[in-house]
């Protein structure tokens, strides 16, 4: 029988993997040597405290060693405890990696991976744990995925961390726990191929992370009504796989974007936009969105979920759109 | 510099309310565990068990006009303020009656009115906005003075680094208090910065010192001192407290409770237990009657049972009330929900 | 004859009158004392030092300054210098004043202005210089204006500090220097009310900010062919006139939008997706969207204009969808 | 705490080396100012006039091996690495031919073969990739080191003082040049901070000291005891650079030029010129012939003038270029254009 493992620890075994392949990846967090369970468990032991790196509560600066040491012949990892934890790293992000190598003319590849743990709402986090800022970081042009499955996490880990590129990886908080088949050898999930995660023809959902899964049980919900649904993630976000989400659309004709970032100029945006763009004479409907709504995630467990995309909303809409 | 004069205590039944807060303060963590246990609290809890005399100290030298900025481990800092449990527990369950209406949760309970800014999810990020307060005390001539409170790992965060200037430059009536209990989360203190936390603060030209966090009549004491100072527009200083916290970084239900510090060292913090210190030097000197403490510590029970009481009979926020409180001001569309 | 203003004069005055009519109207920004020609001229003689305040080069504590000071009874303006210096503040902006009215449960309001100065590229400010991070804000939830008039830089700036909501101000550094018609009384300019700048039946085009005249001078060229173009400038992006967008679309049935920000999930992509729900059954074409390629600005001249929305690609757009 | 020891100076043809340079640096701003006011140049430029003497000073204790970081004021950094004016002045002019191929411009002029990362344009920014370098050549068992210059300014920049802290706590060899010429734009230092900049650099637990950054002599004595003491693992540094810009902030075509700050300052600092102080010195020490100044003047001007030819003589990007040195993988559709 094929293996299993947790998401997180489909993270670990490909940084440990990572770390033994390549003795240029180096890893800087908070907390993360001496830990137990956690997606760097063991790395500390194992590759030394000059590799894994406990850095103090000072995000700007370890983001910035990161540039420094990538633009050094390492291959940093960094890694945010908390998704909101990059605001406070955002001028190392945004005004510094992600411009580095246009600005630099190309003499040199910034190899960085940003690890984003736990990223995403549920479960009272409230107002500053629950964001899911991947369109920040798109808008940014830094490369992002979102691995919705545990062999993804693995894959895109390793791909993430080979990539010459900075790259975001979000590790959806509704995700860590779950087990799922995860080969043992070492392998990159290519960036930029989706993939269709339950076909059908009358109706496109593009779900990711912990969306899909949502998205394939409300696809289930409307079959015994002879709806047939399709389910695409996207896996890779920027680049996106735009021949794949048009190839899609070109079969079903109807667009629901299922998205679990903020609405306003979200990645539900960036879709509906380029298939309103690409793809407007294949479409039978409006295009729809179901995302969060844009307000700073409520604590209080029924205003959470309200806040939340969840499943009545997205059957809600693919019925409306095939009404 | 030292500040340059030190206060007198105050009288018997003002440090008996001290004793009485820190018990209070210890016996809300207590219960809001069990909470978490229990499944009432949804989400993560920092106690702040240990760590009593701080906040109360620190507090005991302030009036509900004065400002204080908060932390992720942030409901002592509320209760020493003044904060109602009954209206903090109604938070932490995510009551309507909650003081953020159960929109903030632990992280962030707040009573503007108690000049309570909030507890903070962002290590370091509340201490600007305390400066902005005492700013505005100072434009409008008001002797009022604002305390961010931070932990031992926020020392390493630029926007506390920059404060400490700021403050400075400004004059601001301002105290910094550094809760160093020695750790953030796993990381010892000692292995993220060199030297004396208390001597980088002065290097930015605070006036600094140390104090046992676990004496409460230190910390008022030097609190005072340096409170005094600010309202008489002797500017800022910064005050570094020496504590442990008694129970792990943070508990949430069903993750698992290890603790990897030294046995021997968490027992030693143990041993000079803040409470356990107050009540023996109350007794010692005779400034408390013969079985006022079991009676305080019954008070103190009933009080919290009260307010879990009052919290568990609120009722939730209504799912239709979600876009409420975003905006002071909305506009058609604004906010956005996320589903038309 | 009305009296003119160039739009820096009119960002001036309105400084001016809300000092004045408010005392507790204060600034905090980088060198805004004792500067000459600048938005901020006179303001330190005229309210004094502890009312405009020249800040140390700490973004984030000067911003968490004016957060602190607005729940006290203040109503603070921030000045960023350069546009992408809000990056450095970004924990502040974001995590902390954005979300900090709902995490209160409402208990306070939170009226702080931040005025982004010379937002925009164009004459090689290069890489870090250059950046119009609007969507940033926005997908954010902050309350965001462009004024494309020196009237409306007056107006919005008085509405900006009058309103109980964070609000950032851009003003484009392609417009400070222009002139135009601004009243000499207090005045506020609403949010939220797009307008048409310029009237036409078969076409809209969004722009706002230094676009709008770009979009009304491509507007006039083809209108010699016979081409009825309609130019909306939202002024306010964040509220968005949606029903004034969804009027000219009823009206044209064809949609560009003509955005100096970057591309993925930018600006356009929000107006976009909106109209594609919304007003689909309106639409004769597929909505194009003319914007900032998504790399860092180039430095030299042709590579930098290539990089920035431009009158030819409009041109090109509004004749494609009209072919 | 002083470097242990002081390092001797080097011989006479390595100092006349520095006059050179130094002269190099100078007119190289100037012809930049020209370039400007004829358009040739668009955009901003920071002169570093003034404080020619840091740079070459503290470039003359590294190797190409070592690394920099520069700022929004850095060709005088990036020449006193070794960068070559040609290259320089044509990235300046937006050429092909220029460090970054045009793409980056005054303010992020970089050759990483020679350790230069690159000006920057966000005060304090660079400083943590300096360590970061560092680290890897520690990892390497390499004994180079890296050298984050920055203003005065740029002190109160969050991320430069946890970039102090991380660098003391991780033994990092790093030098920090911290150049002080007494105004951040329009802000005098002395109203920015409170102190002497080098003690607070050394409550991070920095060796930290201030020098006399007009004098080239000093400031290359200071470097070159902290570069030997980083290589030799014995941690980083703070060096306090004390010098003056003699001209604008910045200088822009069209721009009003007019300096506020007071004229006897200026006078003052001027008469304390770093390229006198040296050729005075190589004349009284009898270390250069006569007729030796005028010579190497114009051998300068003359490399001024060909660099300025060649970068004239350069080709400029071609438009459908646009998209190139985004990511080193692209992918279909990515970089997105914003026409398609
Ligand atoms: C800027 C930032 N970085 C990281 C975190 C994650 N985090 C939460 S609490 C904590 C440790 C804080 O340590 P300290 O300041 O000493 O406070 P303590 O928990 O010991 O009271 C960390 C790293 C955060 N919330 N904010
Ligand atoms: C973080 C940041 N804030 C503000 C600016 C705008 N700015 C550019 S240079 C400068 C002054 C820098 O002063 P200093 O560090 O002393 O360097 P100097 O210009 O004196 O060489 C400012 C405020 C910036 N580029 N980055
Ligand atoms: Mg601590
Ligand atoms: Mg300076």
Same mark, same amino acid.
């Given at each position: 029988m094929a293996r299993e493992l947790t998401y997180i620890a489909a993270l670990n075994e490909a940084l440990h993997q990572s770390f033994a392949a390549d003795p240029s990846v180096i890893m800087v967090g908070? $907390?993360? !040597?001496?830990?137990? !369970? #956690?997606?760097?468990?063991g790395l500390d032991g194992a590759f030394g405290a000059d590799r894994v790196i406990d850095m103090p509560i000072s995000e700007p600066a370890f983001t910035g060693f990161a540039t420094g040491a990538a633009l050094s012949g390492g291959r940093p990892i960094v890694e945010f405890q908390? #998704? #909101?934890?990059i605001f406070v790293a955002f001028d190392q992000l945004v005004n510094q990696a992600a411009k580095l190598p246009l600005m630099l003319g190309g003499q040199r590849h910034l190899p960085v991976t940003y690890l984003i743990m736990g990223a995403g709402a549920g479960g009272g986090r409230a107002g500053q744990h629950s964001? $899911?800022?991947y369109p920040f970081l798109m808008h940014a042009g830094i490369k992002t995925v979102i691995p919705s499955t545990p062999k993804d996490a693995k894959g895109l880990m390793i791909a993430a961390i080979r990539e010459d590129d900075p790259v975001a990886l979000f590790a959806p908080a509704g995700l860590l726990r779950r087990e799922g088949e995860v080969p043992e050898e070492p392998y990159a999930t290519p960036l930029g191929e989706g993939v269709v995660r339950r076909a059908g023809d009358q109706i496109t959902v593009v779900a990711s992370g912990n969306l899909v899964r949502k998205a394939i049980e409300v696809a289930e919900t409307v079959a015994a009504d002879g709806i047939s649904v399709e389910v695409w993630d996207p896996v890779s976000l920027l680049p996106l796989d735009k021949a794949g989400l048009a190839e899609t659309v070109a079969k079903t004709g109807r667009l629901v974007v299922f998205d679990d970032s903020n609405r306003t100029c979200g990645f539900a945006a960036e879709v509906s936009s380029l298939v309103a763009e690409r793809c407007f004479h294949d479409l039978k409907a409006p295009i729809k969105r179901i995302t969060r709504a844009d307000v700073t995630t409520p604590f209080s467990n029924p205003i959470e979920y309200a806040s939340l995309p969840g499943r009545e909303r997205l059957e809600a809409a693919v019925r409306a759109l095939l009404a | 510099m030292p500040p340059s004069t030190t206060p007198d205590l105050p009288d018997a039944e003002t440090q008996i309310g001290w004793y009485q807060r820190m018990r209070l303060l210890r016996r809300f963590e207590q219960n809001a565990v069990e909470l978490v246990d229990e499944g009432d609290i949804i989400g993560i809890v920092h106690e702040y068990v240990g760590e009593e005399a701080i906040a109360v100290g620190a507090c005991a030298a302030l009036t509900e006009h004065d400002v204080i900025t908060s932390t992720h481990r942030g409901h002592g800092h509320i209760l020493a303020k003044g904060g109602d449990p009954a209206r903090m527990y109604a938070e932490l369950l995510g009551r309507e009656t909650g003081y953020n209406k159960g929109r903030g949760g632990s992280m962030h309970i707040a009573d503007l009115d108690l000049g309570i800014f909030g507890a903070n999810g962002i290590v370091g990020a509340g201490a600007p906005m305390g400066l902005g307060a005492a700013h505005m005390f100072k434009l409008r001539g008001e002797p009022h003075v604002a305390v961010p409170f931070f932990g031992d790992g926020a020392m390493n965060q630029g926007v506390l680094l920059e404060s400490f200037n700021l403050a400075v430059i400004m004059e601001l009536p301002v105290i910094f208090v550094c809760e160093n209990n020695g750790y953030a989360i796993t990381t010892p203190i000692g292995e993220m910065t060199r030297g004396e936390l208390f001597e980088r603060a002065a290097a930015f030209g605070l006036a600094a010192e140390a104090v046992d966090g676990m004496d409460v009549r230190a910390v008022y004491r030097a609190a005072a001192a340096a409170v005094a100072r600010a309202r008489a527009g002797g500017g800022p200083s910064f005050l570094e407290c020496r504590a442990y916290r008694y129970s792990l970084h943070n508990v949430a239900k069903g993750v698992p409770r290890e603790d990897d510090r030294p046995a021997a060292e968490q027992a030693d913090w143990r041993g000079r237990d803040a409470i356990e210190r107050l009540a023996g030097e109350l007794t010692e000197e005779g400034l408390w009657p013969d079985g006022a403490r079991a009676e305080i510590d019954d008070e103190v029970d009933a009080e919290i049972e009260g307010a879990i009481g009052f919290a568990r009979n609120s009722r939730r926020p209504d799912p239709d009330s979600v876009l409420d409180h975003m905006y002071a001001v909305t506009y058609p569309g604004l906010p956005a929900a996320g589903w038309e």
């Open positions: 908070e $907390n993360i !040597r001496g830990v137990k !369970r #956690s997606e760097t468990a908390v #998704s #909101s934890l964001d $899911n800022p | -």
